[in-house]
């Protein structure tokens, strides 16, 4: 039985993985700031605090054998692209990184699993909708577009670093627009699929949602089961990554909201409005992962809609009855 960390085990995909990492049969403890939102995912120890704190830190990595680092301040592109939030982005993340790292590393921490992001790519590569480039070795140069996507990628060198330096075992995945129950849904760091579902889910038959920009941008969005399917994958591999873990179904925004209004059985009307894009487009390269580990995502995004839209779709009716 392994002992195993999961930083972040209070939001979304921590959460899915704490029940995955459950049902293999290890010992798990999650660390967050809260608690789960939606659920109460089975960990056998849960402990509310902050990793940015050292002492918290510290006290965290004992007696562990892997971390899953998944602790980050984000959100979805209202949260992430607006330039509000950059001081605390760059901040916060940066400090969970670098107390988990070090504080692991003292205390002989086996292997450290790092959650990236796709925002680290180079906004050059994702200007047209149509052909955008997220191969993992279009990395450099960087220019990632927000400051999310900076602090991920300085973190992705602070954890080969280690590696490096102390022969700390490092895996690394970039993750492309992860989705599905029990996710946020409101409040401003929804992402694109939650958000598109809770706008369908809210309206009337015959009315309009909000789209921000043309909704010509475009992306890929993956499931979180095949999210979690990836992780463990990698964990288990003997590749360092970084590896792309997303979807390469790549659909327009104004898609993602007809394919929601399809799934609703609704009839809407989109209305554009300006609000934060982040890049025109962006789409999981997925060559090297099925190289490398022999496996790629497959599950449909129509699938996986279905799935969100039903779970969200409840969550507004739910908040409609306490209004």
Request: a negative charge.
């Given at each position: 039985?392994?002992?195993?960390?999961?930083?972040?085990?209070?939001g979304?995909?921590?959460?899915?993985?704490?029940?995955?990492?459950?049902?293999?049969?290890?010992?798990?403890?999650?660390?967050?700031?809260?608690?789960?939102?939606?659920?109460?995912?089975?960990?056998?120890?849960?402990?509310?605090?902050?990793?940015?704190?050292?002492?918290?830190?510290?006290?965290?990595?004992?007696?562990?054998?892997e971390?899953?680092?998944?602790?980050?301040?984000?959100?979805?592109?209202?949260?992430?692209?607006?330039?509000?939030?950059?001081a605390?982005?760059?901040?916060?993340?940066?400090?969970?990184?670098?107390?988990?790292?070090?504080?692991?590393?003292?205390?002989?921490?086996k292997?450290?699993?790092?959650?990236?992001?796709?925002?680290?790519?180079?906004?050059?590569?994702?200007?047209?909708?149509?052909?955008?480039?997220?191969?993992?070795?279009?990395?450099?140069?960087?220019?990632?577009?927000?400051?999310?996507?900076?602090?991920?990628?300085?973190?992705?060198?602070?954890?080969?670093?280690?590696?490096?330096?102390?022969?700390?075992?490092?895996?690394?995945?970039?993750?492309?627009?992860?989705?599905?129950p029990?996710?946020?849904?409101?409040?401003?760091?929804?992402?694109?699929?939650?958000?598109?579902?809770?706008k369908?889910?809210?309206?009337?038959?015959?009315?309009?949602?909000?789209?921000?920009?043309?909704?010509?941008?475009?992306?890929?969005?993956?499931?979180?089961?095949?999210?979690?399917?990836?992780?463990?994958?990698?964990?288990?591999?003997?590749?360092?990554?970084?590896?792309?873990?997303?979807?390469?179904?790549?659909?327009?925004?104004?898609?993602?909201?007809e394919?929601?209004?399809?799934?609703?059985?609704?009839?809407?009307?989109?209305?554009?409005?300006?609000?934060?894009?982040?890049?025109?487009?962006?789409?999981?390269?997925?060559?090297?992962?099925?190289?490398r580990?022999?496996?790629?995502?497959?599950?449909?995004?129509?699938?996986?809609?279905?799935?969100?839209?039903?779970?969200?779709?409840?969550?507004?009716?739910?908040?409609?009855?306490?209004?």
């Amino acid at each position: 039985m392994k002992r195993i960390l999961v930083n972040g085990g209070g939001g979304f995909i921590g959460g899915h993985l704490i029940k995955r990492l459950k049902a293999e049969g290890n010992w798990v403890r999650g660390v967050d700031l809260k608690r789960h939102d939606f659920a109460a995912p089975p960990a056998d120890e849960f402990i509310v605090a902050d990793l940015r704190d050292q002492n918290v830190a510290r006290a965290a990595v004992q007696g562990i054998d892997e971390i899953y680092q998944l602790a980050a301040d984000m959100g979805g592109a209202g949260y992430l692209f607006t330039g509000a939030h950059d001081a605390a982005v760059l901040h916060n993340s940066a400090t969970i990184n670098l107390n988990t790292l070090e504080f692991g590393h003292q205390a002989g921490v086996k292997k450290f699993f790092y959650s990236s992001s796709a925002c680290m790519y180079p906004e050059y590569n994702q200007t047209d909708p149509d052909n955008p480039k997220c191969s993992e070795d279009s990395a450099y140069p960087a220019a990632p577009d927000s400051e999310y996507g900076w602090e991920k990628l300085f973190s992705e060198r602070l954890y080969l670093a280690y590696a490096r330096n102390y022969g700390t075992q490092v895996r690394i995945a970039r993750f492309h627009n992860i989705f599905g129950p029990e996710g946020t849904w409101t409040g401003g760091k929804e992402k694109a699929p939650a958000a598109m579902c809770r706008k369908v889910a809210e309206a009337p038959d015959g009315a309009s949602i909000e789209v921000w920009g043309d909704g010509l941008q475009t992306r890929s969005f993956l499931y979180i089961d095949e999210c979690v399917e990836g992780v463990r994958r990698l964990m288990e591999s003997d590749f360092t990554g970084p590896v792309n873990i997303g979807s390469e179904e790549m659909v327009t925004i104004n898609r993602l909201a007809e394919m929601a209004m399809d799934i609703a059985g609704k009839k809407l009307t989109l209305r554009h409005i300006e609000g934060p894009l982040g890049v025109r487009g962006r789409n999981s390269d997925n060559r090297l992962i099925q190289s490398r580990l022999g496996w790629a995502p497959h599950y449909p995004l129509r699938a996986g809609l279905e799935r969100t839209y039903a779970w969200i779709a409840a969550q507004v009716a739910h908040s409609a009855t306490l209004a």
